[in-house]
């Protein structure tokens, strides 16, 4: 079954519509079918958005052309990238592939946090740097140094093979979960829609506590169907500038301690239709942001969700990234370019695929709210992503030319071009280059 067709099951819509959905080959040559994955998640985001735009003018859904050139652009945007004219670093230098005792191990250190978490992990000074961490890595088992960085709060993941991942506990969680859930969390009355349907969303507003990729991902989509999206991350840790202005186009951000501004965060809720969430499950309890929590302050709210290991099993509680979750689940060892030395995707596939499979569910979910009443949850993990792609036959073929790849520009930004596709949908941002917290944390207008 396609990506498509198993994400429109989860969201249990009516399967004729898929007809409606036609897409051109996507140039991202791998081993697996990534291409597939890219343009099928594309497809139901765009899908979902149609579906209610034509709702909400009173008419029949039109057919959706996704085209795979932008679709493979806006997948590798790091890649594309321009700050006043220079490209970016994706990878910090204590990321990457390391050899250890008896394997391959991945590590992800572009944080600060996140590289002093790693140094402290080995024993190494504050300046160590790539060559200090790979003779550390070199004199350890894999396992061991894993489970040593999930203790430590390092990112740290041993490089499987696919059927040691398949034998995996975390795996076997994931893999009974569907590729997209969809949860009832309380009765609420119907909403209406706003009166301005010039966008699939008008009238919708957005709290995206969101970072690095994923949920950015969806919360973008989001606002280029219409939503007013408003980002809001705590002061700390700052946000990588780059990562931001690569995914953060049409949206607005604003910074707020939600230890000390609670009450500020409350008034934003009690205008919000949509939280979405992208930290490791039950990282944001201790502020009351559970799913059911949010519903009975907000009731008819939709949570969207997103983790990189899913919300059960042993590792549901580690932090993780897209190539974390490569390198575990065994797509590393696949995409090796010599058989012995670890490969990856090429593109953050997990990453952008399952923030449009997330924005697709919470499109979904609010037009059954505002048809059926009640609060929903929407959660997707990279994880069940990965097994997703895994599960597909066959790979992705390298184009016969070089792509151009269609771009967009602002601020002093370049950036790949806006993906999602519906009656009328923008082919440009509105918004790009905006810095990182730079606006106030409050909605930009009245619905």
């Not at 990457?96 to 391959?104: K, Q």
């Not at 969809?182 to 969303?201: F, K």
């Not at 990182?436 to 930009?444: C, I, L, Q, S, T």
């Amino acid at each position: 079954m396609s990506i498509a067709a198993q994400a429109w099951e989860c969201l249990g819509l009516d399967a004729d519509l898929l007809d409606l959905l036609q897409s051109t080959p996507v140039p991202l040559p791998s081993r697996l079918a990534v291409g597939r994955l890219a343009a099928d998640s594309v497809a139901v985001a765009s899908l979902a958005a149609q579906l209610v735009l034509a709702e909400r003018r009173g008419r029949r859904p039109g057919p959706v052309q996704v085209d795979g050139v932008r679709v493979a652009g806006s997948f590798r945007s790091d890649r594309l990238l321009r700050i006043d004219g220079r490209p970016v670093q994706g990878f910090a230098p204590l990321s990457g592939f390391w050899p250890a005792v008896d394997g391959w191990v991945r590590t992800h250190g572009n944080y600060p946090h996140h590289a002093r978490r790693l140094r402290e992990l080995l024993g190494l000074g504050p300046e160590a740097g790539p060559e200090q961490l790979r003779a550390e890595l070199a004199r350890r088992p894999v396992l061991e140094l894993e489970d040593a960085a999930a203790a430590g709060g390092a990112l740290l993941v041993a490089v499987r093979e696919p059927a040691a991942w398949r034998a995996h506990p975390q795996a076997r969680a994931v893999a009974e979960a569907p590729l997209v859930v969809r949860e009832h969390l309380g009765d609420a009355p119907a909403r209406r829609w706003s009166d301005r349907p010039e966008r699939p969303l008008a009238g919708i507003r957005v709290l995206d506590l969101t970072r690095v990729i994923a949920g950015p991902v969806a919360g973008r989509d989001l606002a280029l169907a219409g939503a007013d999206v408003l980002r809001i991350d705590p002061p700390t840790p700052a946000e990588i500038s780059w990562q931001h202005l690569d995914t953060g186009q049409d949206k607005r951000s604003a910074l707020l301690d939600l230890a000390g501004q609670r009450e500020r965060f409350e008034e934003l809720l009690a205008g919000a239709d949509v939280v979405l969430t992208g930290y490791r499950p039950g990282a944001l309890d201790r502020f009351g942001l559970t799913p059911h929590a949010l519903a009975e302050r907000r009731p008819g709210i939709v949570v969207g969700r997103i983790s990189a290991w899913g919300g059960t099993g042993p590792w549901s509680g580690r932090r993780g990234f897209d190539s974390l979750v490569q390198a575990g689940t065994g797509i590393a060892v696949l995409e090796s370019p010599d058989g012995v030395t670890p490969g990856a995707l090429p593109a953050q596939a997990l990453d952008h695929a399952s923030g449009h499979l997330l924005a697709a569910g919470v499109i979904a979910a609010l037009r059954a709210q505002r048809r059926d009443g009640g609060s929903a949850g929407v959660t997707v993990s990279l994880a069940r992503t990965a097994g997703a792609l895994l599960q597909l036959p066959g790979d992705t073929a390298a184009p016969s030319t070089g792509p151009a790849w269609p771009l967009d520009s602002g601020g002093g930004v370049i950036c790949a071009a806006p993906v999602l596709t519906f009656d009328g949908a923008p082919r440009t941002y509105t918004r790009i280059g905006a810095p990182w917290g730079a606006d106030p944390a409050e909605w930009a207008a009245t619905p």
